[in-house]
């Protein structure tokens, strides 16, 4: 039985809000005052990590955007934009990309020369501001991000009228929608013991083609590379709504401990929405530099760090929230051997190595890092 | 109903032609002779278009691999590696990525300080050269291609033991797999007129959902940017096997013509099985930039080109298969004009523009360069 999720936004409360923007500042000319619109500073001085949620969370600075102030009218105009074309987006009953969104906004204000966007990196910030300042996700905003993941598992959903059964999806997967919010995406029914998150679509692929989720009773989701926000999204809620617990498996690198601490914690640019998407209850499954050992796995497959990666690795180990003990030992072993590994040096062991030992034997011992 | 589709090669088959390079070698030796083996040329040189098929082809000049010989030897003991590995992975029954594939064989030789790859990049010209030598496709040889495509429309079909119904995928759609051919991916339906390939997965996702495929009765297919393989061969097989139409739908720059070019013609790198993959018969749809006139779309949503789009248009022109007057006078269109324009910028004229007004007029007057 599903847990309670959060309370999403309904499009009218949504609209509602859109609405308030330009009412005030309706009220704040009528009543002869400089019109200002007051959103939450998204830098890195109002960035901190709540070890409460175990999410990376956005402070609560703010500062007045002005009209009558040379240095913020252009930004005024463009937040007012596109406030604007969100709510007349939501009416419409579509969802829009946010390069979309930037090319119906674009023109050249009249009796002028300027146009009101140059580039899609004047409107995204903006689109950024609205979010945090109404506490909304992009996705009640009917703004769709680039969504790229593949999942199968023994799931059944509903998607808008369409009943879905994730254990049909043949040697494709189910496509993850850029929405996975449970006003889009209602689970029916959801019968796995873990979500194994899984970095590489290729490395997906081996895992569904030995119908690992089936065997071992779990849900198997990539991101191919960083995942995008559906992706995310749908891991926690699986996590949260069925308590599933979420194993996460990338290369033996400072990318794929990335890649983990984003899953984990969230990420810096967006802090504001993330404990709507992180996961803190995800665990590290591998692979580790440790592993080498482990799993006698032959030196010739590893690759030697390069300077990029050494830099990488040292502002992972800064990070507040790897700052455990096995992190620890896992960065220094990482330093001290020069070496990382890729998911696919495994084959060097076998094909089915890594569906059939590595991660089976990594799940019943718990070997994790937190 | 379906016509008859080409014969790909079974298991065994593929096997008997993996252990004939075995056999022919070991024949040589035993007459001591140079072992050799013989492999079709794949540089420039030995590439053309064939006006005949319409596709890019490779030539028939060959050259001997010796294993007596300096310069050959290390890839001769690759070739006989990779086959030898190909071989064993098939009677697995295994699908691999080509990466596994060189992880799998990476190692040092015995008594020696050398390994037989150092990088990928020397064992991915192996398999193509297996492949040309042996007439078989990568996916015939249990390789995987990387696919990120994402596929809807009336379409019944089997896949291994799972039926899948392309119009029940929800606002996800279906992932198309790496491996598309007819024995793993069986058509059991097809109900629909066209296939619309879409270079961008945004626009894709306004297509969906907007249930396009279902009001207009066609497929939406895309590849997110150059398609992958697998994408490229289903398009294909709704072509030759049910006789649809492709229209192909990508942004109005050299980028674009040249993903249109390669689903049309295919490519250069994989001349030798082109014949396979590419749709001669695919047309253009759009955008181009002879629709700014005609579909009044406002200046401020085009983009100057740039020394690179010069550059690569001049690349275009030059392509044999290019040589058409409607090409010509878009191709001198966009240098008088010198801009691009991206699938998103017909959002200026409103969200569902591109659905409701642009694709159906343009199929509706086959207003198509060829």
């Not at 609209?15 to 009220?27: S, T």
């Not at 009640?140 to 049909?168: F, M, P, Y």
Request: glycine fraction near 6%; include cysteine.
């Amino acid at each position: 039985m599903a847990k309670e999720g959060k309370h999403y936004a309904k499009d009218s409360e949504v609209v509602e809000k859109l609405e308030n923007i330009g009412k005030e500042i309706l009220k704040q000319i009528e009543s002869q005052k400089n019109p200002s619109y007051n959103i939450p500073i998204r830098t890195l001085g109002n960035i901190f990590f709540d070890q409460k949620s175990g999410t990376i969370k956005l402070g609560d600075k703010t500062s007045d955007r002005q009209f009558l102030n040379v240095a913020h009218s252009r930004k005024f105009m463009q937040t007012v934009l596109v406030a604007a074309e969100i709510r007349k987006v939501i009416e419409q009953k579509a969802t829009v990309s946010i390069r979309d969104l930037y090319y119906a906004l674009k023109h050249t204000i009249e009796g002028t020369q300027e146009n009101t966007f140059e580039e899609q990196s004047e409107s995204d910030p903006v689109i950024e501001d609205i979010e945090a300042s109404l506490d909304l996700l992009r996705e009640e905003l009917h703004l769709a991000a680039s969504a790229k993941g593949i999942i199968a598992g023994d799931v059944q959903l509903r998607d808008g009228s369409d009943s879905i059964d994730l254990t049909k999806m043949g040697s494709g997967g189910w496509s993850v929608p850029s929405n996975v919010e449970p006003e889009n995406i209602e689970f029916k029914k959801v019968n796995a013991e873990y979500v194994l998150f899984i970095e590489k679509d290729a490395v997906w692929r081996r895992f569904n083609e030995d119908q690992y989720w089936k065997k071992h009773k779990c849900i198997i989701l990539t991101g191919r590379g960083q995942p995008g926000r559906g992706e995310r999204r749908l891991a926690q809620r699986f996590n949260k709504e069925y308590d599933l617990p979420l194993y996460v498996l990338t290369d033996a690198d400072p990318w794929g401990m990335y890649i983990y601490s984003v899953i984990k914690q969230g990420s810096i640019s967006l802090s504001y929405s993330e404990e709507k998407l992180a996961t803190p209850k995800a665990k590290f499954l591998g692979l580790t530099t440790l592993d080498v050992e482990k799993f006698k796995i032959p030196k010739e497959v590893t690759i030697k760090l390069n300077a990029l990666d050494v830099k990488r690795l040292k502002e992972m180990e800064s990070y507040e929230w790897f700052q455990k003990k096995e992190w620890k030992h896992e960065f220094s072993n990482m330093k001290e051997k020069a070496v990382k590994l890729e998911l696919e040096a495994l084959s060097k062991k076998g094909i089915r190595f890594i569906t059939e030992e590595y991660v089976p034997q990594k799940i019943k011992n718990e070997e994790f890092l937190p």
